[in-house]
DNA sequence: CTGTAATGTAAGCACATACTTACAATAATG
DNA sequence: CATTATTGTAAGTATGTGCTTACATTACAG
């Protein structure tokens, strides 16, 4: 019984890693069962088709709310350092998930009604949470009535872009360090705005 | 000879499109042909392989400065309105490209060596238009002193975010209006930034 | 009109891939 | 130990795909 489990684990890892490399169609079961230490024959008995093994992966990428988690320290902040935080805490959190978040983008011109759900809960959770912050931030009178969800775009656009191009796309990663530096000066520019007299 | 010309161009106009719909590996050489009305046969006459076709496509892609062109015009406006000028031409320029930036985006995780090239020379090319721009900005004292590069990046962040996500991945497009008002908001972020009192 | 370049027809090859079947070996469970 | 669930071995099938070969047809240039 636990062997059963980490059977499906392994292979699921292995699914995750070489679709992730190579897409859908490029990563064959012979290589993902290979890579997972089990016959081609043990993948089908467990998944049945290819198709089904790529939608249980789907299926299994639970996107951890930590957003919401880090909101009470948020609100103690400043609004600077809070934003700041939300936006390391935003960009760590895909980093993490940099495997997954290739497969979906990658593949989500390709098999969009597979992937539309699992996409869009994230963008939506991650919307949400941002935005009501931002609500908030407005009832208190610190923030001006932008709309929350065109704020939430600009700020989110910001990050995910930059996260896409210098994470994502350069092999070689960003140091941290290097990473606060831009995203304090993201910050600085939402905050503030770029013009001197208006 | 102008036959030869017109049958490449069908051969290439079919890979493109097939290729932006179901990625390298899922477009078939018997497709694309068909769908150019030509036989297999012409396909590998004119290119050889089908790795030599997609290269090709690729190489015909010239990314047109149109920022450039209309840098003019901009000069002379003030600069919410040159802003929203660049941002409208840049979403526009993208829209008219969205097939081949479709391929870009997800072929660049597969098959690094053969897009990061022509990828980069568009990410670069608009950069460093928008970034003299800036610069210029800057030398008149009309915008704060934050670094060029990081005002695009951000600038840009927002914007190309905003087309893949409301224009590239949802099927219908958005209307002009809207992505005028969406552009306005952006714009009016970006100069003004969020926060009342600092 | 004649020769040459471009395209078509038809058949097929070599290879990879998703998936199957029949049977044996092994490991966990009671 | 005996039963049962899980995995392995080995062979193979059906299909699709990139690409080739041999020959015929059409169009265009001189």
């Excluded at 292979?11 to 169609?25: F, N, R």
């Excluded at 009470?72 to 895909?94: C, G, H, K, R």
């Amino acid at each position: 019984m636990t062997r059963k489990t980490t059977t499906k684990q392994q292979l699921l890892e292995a699914t995750l890693k070489l679709i992730s490399e190579k897409g859908y169609l490029g990563a064959t079961t012979r290589e993902i069962s290979r890579l997972a230490g089990v016959t081609e024959l043990t993948l089908f008995r467990h998944f049945g088709t290819k198709e089904r093994l790529f939608e249980e992966l789907l299926n299994s990428y639970t996107f951890l709310p930590r957003l919401k988690e880090i909101l009470p320290a948020v609100d103690q902040l400043p609004y600077e350092d809070a934003l700041s935080l939300i936006a390391m805490n935003f960009l760590m959190t895909l980093t993490e998930r940099k495997l997954m978040i290739k497969i979906l983008l990658t593949e989500i011109h390709l098999y969009p009604e597979k992937i539309r759900n699992v996409y869009s809960a994230m963008v939506n959770e991650s919307r949400a949470t941002l935005g009501n912050y931002f609500t908030t931030l407005q009832k208190k009178g610190v923030m001006r009535s932008v709309p929350p969800e065109s704020a939430v775009r600009a700020f989110m656009g910001m990050l995910f872009n930059y996260f896409r191009t210098e994470i994502m796309i350069k092999e070689n990663g960003v140091s941290k360090k290097r990473m606060e530096q831009n995203v304090r000066e993201f910050v600085d520019i939402f905050i503030h705005g770029t013009m001197k007299h208006h």
